[in-house]
Each structure stands twice: as C-alpha cells, then as structure tokens.
C-alpha cells in the first residue's frame, strides 16, 4: 500500500496530528486504539477506543503544533491521561504536556512562537500552546 510507513500502520486510518508522527508515535496510538475496541465492555465503541489511544499516546508523546514528539520524561500529561475509564469529566490540555516544568513550556511555547510567554504561569503556558498547537492543526488541514 502506498501511503503505509515502516510502522506497518497506515497513516490513513490515523488521526492526522498522529499520522504526522514517528512510527513509533503511529503504532502506540494504533496498537491501543486496536485493543480497546476488542475490550469485552467497549467492543466496537469508538469514541472509548480513541480516548484511550490518546491516553496511551500522552504517556510518552506531547503535541507540539501538528505532530506529537517524544516527551522527555513518560508519564501521563494532563488529569485526563492519568487513567482510561467512562469518566470524561477530567481536565485535559489536548495533548500538552501540563505535568512538564515551567520552563519546558516556556520553551515550547517559545518553538511555537506563543507571543506573553514570558509573563505567563505555567498553566496559561499549557492554555497557550494546547490554542497554538490548535491554529498548527488548522493550518495542516488547508
């Protein structure tokens, strides 16, 4: 198949941020996504699937703008990545590594050009660069 990577994953059948991954980035998302639609109490449930591939995802990954990069430290991102379940009542960041330092926001929102960052607290950093990462995705879409 033309469009499949490395991974053995075709990037069609991804979300488009996770399909502009690394392959290891592809396969976390659509190795997980995979097994939750096969769980006894979600088979077929999509929107279960998808929760819990990004949960998987953001253990080891964080967006940054229209992609996901490897994190430094694994670890879950947001209160949302903390545990997979019916309860969608968490917080989340989409993506944004909340649980990072300060100053790996600040940096990050530096590589995104996120105009305050300097006077920002870390959670309006995550605010900003989760709007950034938002516009990035737009802008990958057109």
């Known amino acids: ?3 499949k990577k490395k991974s053995g994953v075709d ?3 991804l979300p488009a941020p996770v399909a502009r991954s690394d392959s290891k980035a592809q396969r976390t998302f659509a190795e997980t996504h995979e097994s939750a639609l096969q769980t006894r ?4 449930d999509e929107q279960y699937a998808h929760r819990v591939a990004y949960s998987a995802l953001k253990h080891n990954y964080e967006k940054v703008g229209d992609h996901w990069e ?7 991102s947001d209160p949302q990545a ?3 379940g019916p309860d969608q009542t968490r917080q989340t960041k989409g993506g944004v590594d909340a649980n990072a330092s300060k100053k790996h926001l600040q940096d990050l929102a530096r590589k995104l050009d996120v105009k305050g960052r300097s006077s920002m607290t870390k959670d309006e950093l995550a605010d900003a660069i989760d709007k ?4 990035a995705n737009a802008r990958a879409r057109s």
């Open 1 to 3: 198949m033309p469009g």
């Open 41 to 44: 109490n979600h088979e077929g």
């Open 11 to 13: 990037p069609d059948d």
């Open 82 to 84: 903390e545990t997979t």
């Open 132 to 135: 950034a990462n938002q516009k």
């Open 70 to 76: 490897p994190k430094e430290e694994s670890g879950p």
